[in-house]
């Protein structure tokens, strides 16, 4: 099979979430250990470092694995979901996965994971720690697909773990109040493992705090343990940080959420370091201004246009556009133009109601069959005093969003992982 068809045999074999939602999650780690033995145990040929939470887990992971290639480390890196192609999720030092490997790992073993059924993320799981022990790497940065308790990630022992926040998302697997989804999200914490807690609420440090103690692991609250002491923007977007210990750290990710990640990396480096990885100062500024390049991150307030402004967010839950309205609302512009889509398993009425009614939108739908219908989108938008039309398609959206635009007006999109997913494939990538 050419790489191409191996894809789409992945895609097909096994239920993939982004696509099918529900039908996709499989409860139970049965098939992950199974697949764990057939594979001789590969991830524990490599440290690890585990990353959960509703928002966040995917900045912060790819800015630690910046930081510590920096250091010296080979560093993999396994992150969902993808934007473009599927050798995204799987890096060592930046670089994606090989196609060859991925043909070569379903062509060889195909006979056995075929009888179990797995899904595509038990699967790419399996694949990703069989590239890494392959790879020699020194260390992994593994983020979570869903949950964490029962997330096939979960059958590592990390050095250590990072929980960056809760809020309301996948509802109908992880439960339906915080402290029922920080329950699920502490099962990443491990006996005798420090585990480091971005930010808590009066629900749910609780659940962190007697899971920590269960388990005898150190607990950092990063959120009582400030590191910053001031943050402002810079003139091209992004933001500059002051700290106790550095001076004018410059951070390459601008969204507005990553005030809150620094402080939560930023603890996290100080554990790695206290552990023994060797981490210098440089080090650290090195991964924060260059994270994008280094790890291939997208998809976080990346601006793709300068005339008219086009961003694009990937956040999709009322946490993730909580921070968007925020950072829209101290944007200057002439007008705003909004292209927003959602999937149909989301709080899609919390997310609406947080944004702005000033705009002009253009109510789209991302091409995977999750995706809600544009009119249905419409129809919500409305509901909540939000103006426009549907279009089809991003690439539709998009068209009609700098037809309307002068070059001083903001076009933002965003609503879900799919939606970015969409436009960036418009964009040709340098």
Not at 141 to 159: F, Q, Y
Not at 331 to 360: E, F, Q, R
Request: glycine share 8%; net charge negative; aromatic share 10%.
């Amino acid at each position: 099979m050419s790489y191409k068809d191996t894809i789409n045999y992945l895609f097909n074999c096994a239920p993939m979430f982004q696509n099918v939602g529900k039908d996709a999650y499989k409860e139970g780690l049965d098939n992950t250990y199974k697949l764990d033995e057939h594979f001789w145990h590969p991830h524990k040929r490599f440290k690890t470092i585990h990353i959960a939470g509703t928002n966040g887990k995917g900045s912060c992971s790819h800015t630690i694995a910046a930081i510590l290639q920096n250091a010296g480390y080979k560093t993999g890196l396994y992150t969902s979901p993808h934007l473009v192609d599927f050798s995204e999720r799987i890096r060592v030092n930046g670089r994606p996965i090989e196609e060859d490997f991925v043909i070569r790992f379903v062509n060889e073993h195909k006979s056995f994971f075929e009888p179990l059924h797995p899904s595509f993320f038990e699967l790419t799981t399996a694949m990703a720690f069989m590239y890494f022990a392959e790879k020699e790497v020194d260390v992994a940065v593994i983020e979570v697909g869903l949950g964490g308790r029962l997330d096939c990630t979960n059958i590592i022992n990390p050095d250590l773990s990072i929980i960056t926040n809760i809020s309301l998302d996948h509802t109908q697997f992880l439960g339906h109040t915080l402290s029922a989804i920080a329950k699920e999200k502490a099962g990443i914490i491990k006996e005798n493992t420090p585990v480091i807690v971005g930010e808590y609420t009066s629900e749910t440090k609780e659940v962190f705090l007697s899971k920590a103690i269960e388990c005898n692991a150190a607990i950092t609250f990063a959120q009582d343990s400030q590191v910053i002491n001031e943050a402002e923007r810079t003139e091209d977007g992004h933001w500059l940080y002051q700290t106790d210990e550095m001076k004018d750290l410059y951070g390459e990710l601008g969204g507005m959420c990553q005030t809150k990640n620094t402080n939560t990396i930023l603890n996290a480096v100080k554990e790695l370091i206290r552990i023994g990885y060797n981490i210098k100062e440089d080090n650290i500024r090195a991964g924060f201004a260059h994270v994008c390049e280094t790890t291939g991150l997208m998809g976080r307030w990346q601006k793709l246009e300068e005339r008219p402004k086009v961003i694009c967010d990937t956040g999709h839950n009322i946490g993730g556009m909580q921070y968007i309205a925020e950072q829209l609302a101290s944007m200057h512009y002439d007008k705003l133009h909004i292209i927003i889509g959602m999937v149909n398993d989301k709080d899609i009425n919390g997310v609406i109601s947080l944004l702005p009614s000033d705009a002009t939108y253009y109510f789209t739908q991302a091409s995977v069959k999750r995706a809600l219908p544009a009119e249905e989108v419409m129809k919500i938008g409305n509901s909540h005093g939000l103006h426009g039309a549907a279009y089809q398609s991003v690439k539709d959206a998009l068209e009609a969003a700098k037809r309307n635009a002068s070059e001083n007006d903001l076009i933002f999109v965003g609503g879900s992982t799919f939606i970015v997913s969409d436009l960036i494939v418009l964009y040709p990538q340098k």
